[in-house]
């Protein structure tokens, strides 16, 4: 792991501090939203205790008392704005004044109402209407039938129905045919109005002759042959019978009774015990417009994103319109009290929801409901915890950029210690003494001059080896004058036979140790020669081709062939001199390679930018491990059959020709592994 890393990682630990204040402004949030709840849990349960003493608010006299009925079939009239004009069309009916409801075979209906009326507007789909004949004689025709429970009296039907277009009287009917019975029913207002889609029928009722439940039912009359006529009943009950529904609306005493608690930006809605609205006063939207507002700064954005909760919509708290459908506040139902938040519109601002059971003889007659506009995240409200908050992350934030930084620079400051610990020798051997970061009052400036120190020591360590050479040469060539001139002069006083064999050999000794100090010194000679040399402009393969020549002298035992690949001249830039010794030592070495009677092949290649001289020989391979040190100094592959020092020099040799050359040596096995080859390239002339 890098140094960079490590430290990154090290400086994750910050991130602990932002955790910590995140915790502790989530704990900061929750609390203050308890003590909103309660707050309004309380005021709850100020108006629930109040209507405690009131049952007869909850339930008046005569009202229904299976208000647990299903749902779907309990009608609840809505409690509209104005009253309305019955004449059958839905113009006052506005989108969104009450819900639209469905009737078995697609029939639509609403239901509202205003002051001491319940009215009805009921849409029917039907292709074919059919309107009452003769009085008395069928088809009745298509028409609706209204089923009353008054307060005071058993079930009566009544049956909206017309021969024509416009208003139109009820009409007094009974079950199961639901035929005209000519007796009208004047206090209710009728209207019946053709569609494109079929027919509308809005209708006005005193809530006194409807009573507590309510039963609607629609009968479509459809001709079958030429003299008979289908006929089919949909209701809102369910079986033969025709039995009202839960009719529920808001009560106006209960209403006015509540609206002495409200207040500006309260809601109170009390429901009663199947979660049915009865009252509805107040509103949630804010006085000033504050709460809810959107994010104007970055750092209200984070944290609202940061602390955004996954709160249901507030138009789920009913389901359908009028009924309490939020499970939690239900709880208030059975007896418990229980509150909610939801969010509600674009910039989901919060609604919270308090619900305090209302208590009578007979257990919980309903609840009370307590709905409060609130900011959705209430730590935002205090500008100081606020302030610290943005503080903090920025701290934070700083503090890990910081720590990323100076783990950077703390990187970058090693990673070039170690690129020029890499580089320090040079190709040709050199050390270079250049370490960055030397000046620097740390750690890292102290390993910077501890590398440095050492390669100066190395350097003069190298440059005593490079002089080596040359020091034993000239200090052992004294004493080996001295021993030479002494054989001399035993020689001629021993006249024994076999003293002149150990003066021969002690001779031959002299001698080798003679070449072996001359083989040491020639490589620096040739660096110094190499150096001194002014390069000039010449043609390479006449060099090589009268080389090739010279070779079939000296060397007898070995045929030499020169194939030139290409026409033209082969002019290079360097030195004839230095490419003929390059040429001694490249066939020397195949010489002493190859063995008697081999060929050793010769060839010059081009391209239009180099020419390649190959040299190669019949014989032993190379081994794959010491091919990249072939070209170094002192490395030599011969057994020393022949008698004579190998130092492994002459390759060596070769590569600094071709470095002085700018061009390349490379060695490779040929095919069949049947010898090896030499390749020296050449950069062309650019003249």
């Not at 003299?227 to 005493?253: F, K, M, R």
């Not at 034993?472 to 006249?495: I, K, M």
């Not at 100094?633 to 020393?640: D, F, N």
């Amino acid at each position: 792991m890098s140094l960079r890393t490590q430290l990154l990682a090290f400086g994750l630990l910050t991130l602990v501090l932002p955790w910590a204040g995140l915790r502790f402004v989530q704990e900061m949030e929750a609390a203050l939203r308890r003590g909103l709840e309660a707050s309004l849990l309380a005021s709850a349960g100020t108006v629930a205790a109040a209507l405690d003493g009131e049952p007869a608010l909850i339930r008046p006299v005569g009202e229904r008392a299976d208000d647990h009925a299903d749902v779907a079939a309990t009608i609840y009239a809505e409690p509209l704005r104005r009253e309305l004009t019955v004449d059958g069309f839905p113009n006052d009916w506005g989108p969104g004044d009450t819900t639209v409801r469905s009737l078995p075979g697609g029939q639509e209906y609403r239901a509202g109402v205003y002051g001491r009326y319940a009215y009805l507007f009921i849409a029917v789909r039907d292709a074919d209407i059919v309107y009452q004949g003769s009085p008395g004689q069928t088809p009745y025709g298509d028409r609706l039938v209204l089923v009353l429970e008054p307060e005071a009296g058993a079930p009566r039907s009544l049956l909206l129905m017309t021969r024509a277009p416009g208003r139109f009287r009820a009409q007094r009917t009974a079950p199961p045919a639901f035929a005209p019975s000519g007796s009208f029913e004047d206090r209710i207002l009728s209207a019946w109005r053709t569609t494109p889609a079929g027919f509308t029928v809005e209708v006005r009722v005193p809530l006194e002759l409807i009573g507590s439940s309510l039963g609607l039912a629609v009968i479509d009359v459809d001709p079958a042959g030429s003299a008979d006529y289908s006929v089919e009943l949909n209701s809102t009950w369910e079986g033969g019978q025709a039995s009202p529904s839960p009719l529920i609306h808001q009560l106006p005493d209960l209403q006015e009774f509540v609206t002495q608690f409200s207040r500006a930006g309260d809601r109170f809605r009390v429901v009663n015990r199947a979660g049915w609205v009865l009252s509805d006063a107040g509103g949630v939207e804010p006085g000033d417009g504050v709460v809810g507002a959107p994010a104007t700064t970055v750092s209200e954005r984070f944290f609202r994103a940061l602390l955004r909760r996954d709160d249901p919509q507030y138009a789920m708290l009913e389901e359908p319109f009028g009924h309490l459908g939020d499970a939690t506040l239900r709880a208030a139902l059975g007896g418990e009290p229980a509150t909610a938040w939801f969010r509600r519109g674009p910039e989901d601002s919060a609604i919270v929801a308090a619900a305090a059971p209302i208590r009578g003889p007979d257990g919980v007659l309903g609840a009370v409901l307590l709905e409060q506009a609130s900011d959705p995240i209430l730590t935002l409200t205090n500008q100081a915890l606020m302030r610290l908050m943005t503080f903090t992350v920025l701290a934070s934030v700083l503090a890990a950029l910081g720590l990323l930084g100076y783990a950077t620079f703390l990187s970058v400051r090693v990673r070039r210690l170690a690129n020029a610990a890499e580089t320090a020798l040079g190709p040709k051997g050199e050390i270079q003494l250049a370490v960055p970061g030397r000046r620097a009052r740390d750690e890292i400036g102290d390993l910077a001059r501890s590398f440095a120190d050492l390669l100066r020591r190395l350097r003069e360590h190298t440059d005593y080896l490079r002089t080596l050479t040359s020091k034993l040469s000239h200090e052992l060539r004294t004493p080996l004058a001295v021993v030479s001139t002494s054989l001399d002069n035993l020689e001629h006083e021993v006249g024994k036979e076999s003293a002149q064999v150990y003066l021969r050999r002690l001779r031959d000794g002299a001698g080798r140790l003679d070449s072996i100090l001359g083989a040491m010194s020639e490589a620096t000679q040739m660096e110094h020669a190499i150096a001194e040399t002014t390069p000039e402009v010449f043609d390479l393969a006449q060099v090589v081709e009268a080389c090739c020549t010279a070779y079939r002298d000296v060397y007898r035992e070995r045929s030499f062939d020169f194939e030139k690949s290409f026409d033209g001249a082969a002019t290079v830039t360097g030195s004839a001199e230095l490419v003929a010794q390059l040429m001694d030592k490249l066939i020397d070495n195949a010489v002493g390679f190859s063995p008697a009677g081999s060929r050793i092949g010769v060839a010059l290649a081009g391209t239009p930018s180099e020419l390649v001289l190959s040299v190669s020989n019949e014989g032993s391979t190379l081994p794959g491990s010491m091919r990249e040190q072939l070209f170094d100094s002192l490395v030599s592959l011969r057994k020393h059959g022949d008698g004579r020092p190998h130092l492994g020099l002459g390759l060596y040799v070769v590569a600094l020709i071709a470095k002085f050359h700018a061009g390349r040596v490379e060695a490779d096995n040929l095919p069949d592994d049947r010898g090896v080859v030499f390749r020296v390239g050449f950069p062309r002339c650019s003249e």
